[in-house]
């Protein structure tokens, strides 16, 4: 029998409401933070760290930690489509956040952006489909952390092959190999904690 209207306990209050709104609450100051930086001290100094680091988390759990995590619990059709669907997202944030592609931006600037914009969404098509062709929506975590460190490299080195096909590229040099596929990688091991946790508490969908 389901739950009736009348029942509601602290924990729905919790995580339904206050959790939410919390994240929310997180990503709205972090992105006003870094509005405000750019406003008053541009990319310069510490401001273009930590402008930076805000920019690779973001990147990072959009098009990295949700489809890897949807392709582990589960299935790669999942993991496949949200990071088609989260990287084109990304890639549009990016176009309007940066205004790759406004009135002022020269043609040859616009254009210089595509392999960039299509590498995010096909690395996260390829990291969230290759996770859950591998891992096949096993409970095992050894199994998961393989399947997610796999897809998360492949990702990241296709990624910084895109990179470089475009030429408004800054992503050059060993350093910034090491940040894109890195960063993944970390990723790579991390999600699959998550999804062992989303197992224990049956989030895990049908075997496909």
Same mark, same amino acid.
């Given at each position: 029998? %389901?739950? #009736?209207?009348?029942?509601?306990?602290?924990?729905?209050?919790?995580?339904?409401?206050?959790?939410?709104?919390?994240?929310?609450?997180?990503?709205?100051?972090?992105?006003?933070?870094?509005?405000?930086?750019?406003?008053?001290?541009?990319?310069?100094?510490?401001?273009?760290?930590?402008?930076?680091?805000?920019?690779?988390?973001?990147?990072?759990?959009?098009?990295?930690?949700?489809?890897?995590?949807?392709?582990?619990?589960?299935?790669?059709?999942?993991?496949?489509? #949200?990071?088609?669907?989260?990287?084109?997202?990304?890639?549009?944030?990016?176009?309007?956040?940066? %205004?790759?592609?406004?009135?002022?931006?020269?043609?040859?600037?616009?254009?210089?952006?595509?392999? /960039?914009?299509?590498? =995010?969404?096909?690395?996260?098509?390829?990291?969230?489909?290759?996770?859950?062709?591998?891992?096949?929506?096993?409970?095992?975590?050894?199994?998961?952390?393989?399947?997610?460190?796999?897809?998360?490299?492949?990702?990241?080195?296709?990624?910084?092959?895109?990179?470089?096909?475009?030429?408004?590229?800054?992503?050059?040099? /060993?350093?910034?190999?090491?940040? /894109?596929?890195?960063?993944?990688?970390?990723?790579?091991?991390?999600?699959?904690?998550?999804?062992?946790?989303?197992? =224990?508490?049956?989030?895990?969908?049908?075997?496909?």
């Amino acid at each position: 029998m %389901g739950l #009736s209207w009348k029942d509601w306990n602290r924990g729905d209050i919790l995580y339904g409401v206050v959790a939410p709104l919390v994240v929310v609450l997180v990503i709205v100051g972090l992105s006003l933070v870094g509005s405000f930086l750019l406003r008053s001290g541009g990319m310069s100094g510490s401001a273009g760290i930590f402008i930076g680091i805000i920019s690779e988390i973001e990147e990072m759990v959009v098009i990295v930690a949700v489809p890897l995590l949807l392709g582990l619990v589960w299935n790669r059709w999942a993991g496949g489509a #949200s990071g088609f669907l989260l990287g084109s997202i990304y890639a549009m944030w990016f176009q309007v956040k940066y %205004g790759a592609f406004s009135a002022a931006a020269s043609p040859r600037t616009a254009m210089g952006f595509g392999p /960039t914009l299509l590498g =995010w969404v096909l690395s996260a098509m390829l990291i969230g489909y290759m996770a859950g062709a591998l891992n096949k929506s096993s409970e095992n975590f050894r199994r998961m952390v393989i399947a997610g460190v796999v897809s998360t490299t492949v990702g990241g080195v296709f990624l910084f092959g895109m990179f470089q096909l475009s030429p408004s590229n800054v992503m050059i040099g /060993t350093d910034a190999f090491l940040l /894109t596929v890195l960063t993944r990688i970390a990723a790579g091991f991390i999600i699959p904690i998550i999804a062992k946790v989303f197992m =224990w508490y049956g989030v895990g969908m049908h075997k496909i």
